[in-house]
């Protein structure tokens, strides 16, 4: 029997907020085991002294207290899993600061979360397993070529996407949105295999990833099931030809965000959520249809247009159409609204996510949404750097599930 | 018999004295073990689940995090209930301590609303001035049982 991932949890509130048995759930489900770093209450006074942050809850000393045994190699653990109140400024510090210092002074994998009373094991399960994934399938994500014929499938929130890849090269590729799951990635696998001009029965492994990875990699026989954090991660720093050094992935999806901060093409750091549907794809397929025209055109009338001539805070989907629509009934061009939109949304996932993560170049946009140019425009902006969008960005989970499967295939 | 709010809630110390002198302690008397080997200093006594922050409502609004008003719907029944009260300001650790500042300032505040008699001690430094803390605490709940 594997033995289970261990995962240090250095926390605030979670037993209090009756939600420490989801957290140790969503852990048990994916192969992981939560625990509490043992120190002393002479360690907690001599550590909180030498970390040097002045604040007052005695759990979060005792966080950090266990933080500097992890670093310092006192308690061994595979992975960190810091979690303290939603609304919280103080534990909003210490999260912030002992993610950096964990991941500063260590190889561990650390995932932050602010919950409350509502967060279930569901919400945490893709973090806990990217967490796991890492701990456990270091080998696999460090493979940095594809060989043989093998098959990714991203089941995703909004869209399905599949690719065919032959000795390091994509040969097929289909793409559609998510309506029946299995249908769905039946249909996409169908175009991909035809454009590859294979067969099903010549694939030699098969990868998938995404909200109905599980479903889909059950129906379909896959080889490998992975979270889209870690798949992701790989998937981008293939297709932009970054795989050695650090490399920051933002992937603004359908249903929620994932920022990546990335060592080797191997996650260190991450965050995946968003506070309201006003920071996701999903307001820019709303704008798009507001305006009248394809998701596929919003990048380009975004950049005609100038988003500064439009107020728009859109944190809550309703709100930010509402926003929308007063600009438009107040004369606004539809290139200003636009862009206005693309600019909100960057902005939200730049205030509320990549300040969670260390920013490092290159950034590598990725995902459906990269390839709405005036979203990577404003991020570009906001960042004040040149972002990198990959060819087939769009494919990113279904090519990081190609390569990673590869992994796979039995040497004759 | 006087029902004694005592802060920190978690201290068997505080706790024992109040019943030693035939009062009756509110509190949550927890051992703070030398190691920590849990998921917070004083993780709680019994089962917390998420309908417990619901009830905290009454105390502090939604806005206020979770841990706040989970914690919250266990001490805000024994400060509506309590005579009287003790509060240890700055307490060692070892002595009995509640994980989360933010709570412990809500319970303060209420606690100091209340029209009780009401003793507010910081935590001996030395051993003359625990000498003296130990004093006040006997006096106090002396004279507790005298006024009832």
Known sequence: ????????????????????????????????????PDVALKDIRRDFAKFGLDVKSPDLKLAIARAMALVEGRVEADAVFIATCFRCAEAAIVRNELRRYINEHSRLPVVSYSFTERTTSGTLLTRMEALTTIARRRALLARETQKGLTLGLDSGSATTKAIVMRD????????????EVIKSANEVIAHALAEAGVTRNEIQAVGTTG???????KEIKADLIQEELTVNSKGAVYLADRQHGPATVIDIGGMDNKAISVMDGIPGVFTMGGICAGASGRFLEMTAKRLGVEITELGPLS???????????????????????????????????????????????????????????????????SLIEGLV????ELLQTKIVVPPYSQYIGAVGSALLASGFIKDD | MVKVFIYPATSLILSDMV????????????????????????????????????????WAAVEVPAGVRGRMSLYGPMIEACEAAIIINDADLAFGCMGCARTNELIKFLVHQKTIPRLELNYPKNEDEGVKFVAAIKRFLTELGVAK
């Open chain 1, 168 to 179: 390091n090269k994509i040969i097929g590729t289909g793409w559609q949105p998510t309506t």
């Open chain 1, 1 to 36: 029997m594997t033995q289970p991932v261990r995962i240090a949890q250095l926390s605030c509130g979670p037993e209090y907020s009756g939600i420490q048995h989801e957290i140790d759930e969503a852990a048990r489900e994916v192969g992981g085991e939560i625990f509490y």
């Open chain 1, 303 to 369: 950049m005609k247009g100038f988003g500064g001539r439009v107020p728009m805070n859109s944190y809550c989907i309703v709100f930010g159409t509402q926003s929308l629509v007063n600009a438009l009934a107040a004369g606004s061009t539809r290139e200003d609204v636009a862009a206005a939109a693309c600019h909100s949304v960057a902005e939200q996932v730049y205030e509320q996510q990549l300040q969670e993560v260390d920013i490092k170049e290159p950034v590598i946009m990725v995902g459906g949404t």
């Open chain 1, 211 to 217: 909200y109905g990875r599980f479903l889909v990699g």
């Open chain 2, 19 to 58: 019943a030693r002198f035939g009062h009756t302690p509110l509190s949550s008397a927890t051992a703070i073990r030398e190691r920590i080997q849990t998921a917070g200093l004083e993780s709680p006594p019994l089962q917390i689940t998420p309908e417990e922050p619901k009830k905290g409502l009454k």
């Open chain 1, 377 to 380: 425009f404003a991020m570009g």
